[in-house]
Every structure is written in C-alpha cells, then in structure tokens.
C-alpha cells in the first residue's frame, strides 16, 4: 500500500513569489494534518482536516497561507506571498479511527516539502 | 494544553552501548504518549505508543518505553544501538481521544559512532 504521496519534494523561490504544496494521503484516511517543521524544531501542527471539513485551523497565519481539501481526498496547502521565514519542511500526515476501546488515530507522514524562500 | 520537553538535544554514543533518550510532558489531562523516528530527508516514523495498560512499551528496531506517570517522563531506550540508528528522534503528546493532533518536542539527535 502506497504511503502519504506530497510533491514537490524541495522548491526554491523567491520572496514574495506564491508557492503550493500538494499531499495525498493514504486510501482511505479521512484525516488529513499538515505540519510545519522548523530546522531544529519539532512540527507544529498548521490545520486538520475531517474528511473536507477544517475542524482545526487555530494555528494557521491566514493571512498568506490556505489550503484546501476539496473531495476528502488529496489536500493542497498555498502559501502567497512566501516571505524569508517560511522556509520548512511541510509535512503532511494522515490517519484512520481505530476500532475497539481506545479511540486512537495513527498518523503516517509523507516525506515531506523543503521550502527555501531566497 | 499540552507540552513536550525533551531534555537532551544532542546524545553522542558508540554502537553497541546503550542509550536513552529523555522526554517529560506536561498535561492536565489524559494523555497518549508516542516517540517517533525521522531519518534524514524523510518523514516520521512511528517507534513506539502508550496509550495505557502496562507502563513498559516496546516498539520496532528494539526501543522500548517506559510511562511515569508520576514523574511525568516517557524515556525512550535500546540496550545495544546501532550505526543505523542513527537519527531524530521525537517524542509526542497528544490528548486522550481519537483525531488530536500531535504536540511534539524539539527532538533529540543521536549520533551513533563505531
């Protein structure tokens, strides 16, 4: 079974320029996490989806980022205009509810998007 | 709200010694504990979970985990590590309960040396 797919794997921009980041995740997930991981840091966690619904998009700067999960499925998430401080890796993760008495979601991540902003 | 503290950032060792990698978490509420591997240029990996029953968690290439509650820690360790484990390690929190999102820490790098 194929993992969470995300493209492209590196980008290179210039500041103030747009930039998007694709993720499918795997068959069946109907969760959908994008994370933001800092060199040095641990990821944070940008948005959550729910099938298409957002449930939690607390910690995304809306002002220059959004994203999108049209159909439930594959997830898009923008940046514009990217700024020197974007630079990351964006991580996309996925997970299904697990049967029985604890209710718990694994999330399997993607490789990853490095993005350098010059 | 939840927090992650792992308190080495760096961790040296030569093969076959063992190791462990320190993590304390801070919650108000019930929590499932994880520890995930990245390697370079890749996603994470899960190693281990604890999400309750016994307080001693083992997971893949033969790390192990064990839940304090009392002192608030998920310290991760392998008796013998490997060149191949070398890597980043983080560990992670989240609330009780199906669809949370992760709260992870800094991560720690362990360096593994013949």
């Known amino acids: 079974e194929a993992g969470v797919v995300q493209s492209p794997r590196y980008k290179i921009i210039e500041k103030k320029q747009p930039v998007a980041f694709w993720c499918n995740p795997i068959s069946g997930h109907n969760t959908l996490y994008w994370y933001l991981q800092n060199l040095g840091q641990g990821p944070e966690l940008l948005i959550r989806y729910e099938n298409e619904e957002a449930v939690d998009d607390s910690q995304l700067p809306k002002d220059r980022f959004s994203a999108e999960r049209l159909k439930g499925v594959d997830s898009t998430l923008k940046i514009q205009p990217a700024e020197l401080g974007d630079s990351a890796v964006y991580l996309c993760?996925?997970?299904?509810?697990?049967?029985?008495?604890?209710?718990?979601?694994?999330?399997?991540f993607g490789p990853g998007t490095r993005l350098t902003v010059l | 709200a939840q927090s992650v503290t792992q308190l080495d950032s760096q961790v040296p060792v030569f093969e076959e010694a063992p190791v462990e990698l320190r993590c304390n978490y801070s919650s108000s509420v019930s929590v499932y504990l994880f520890w995930y591997v990245q390697y370079p240029n890749q996603g994470l990996q899960l190693l281990l979970k604890y999400l309750s029953g016994s307080t001693l968690v083992k997971g893949i290439n033969g790390f192990e985990a064990e839940f304090n509650k009392s002192q608030t820690s998920f310290h991760l360790r392998k008796p013998s590590v490997h060149i191949s484990d070398t890597a980043e390690y983080f560990c992670a929190v989240s609330g009780a309960g199906a669809g949370t999102a992760l709260i992870f820490g800094k991560g720690t790098t362990l360096s593994v040396s013949s």
């Open positions: 993760a996925s997970s299904q509810r697990t049967s029985g008495r604890l209710s718990y979601n694994e999330q399997f």
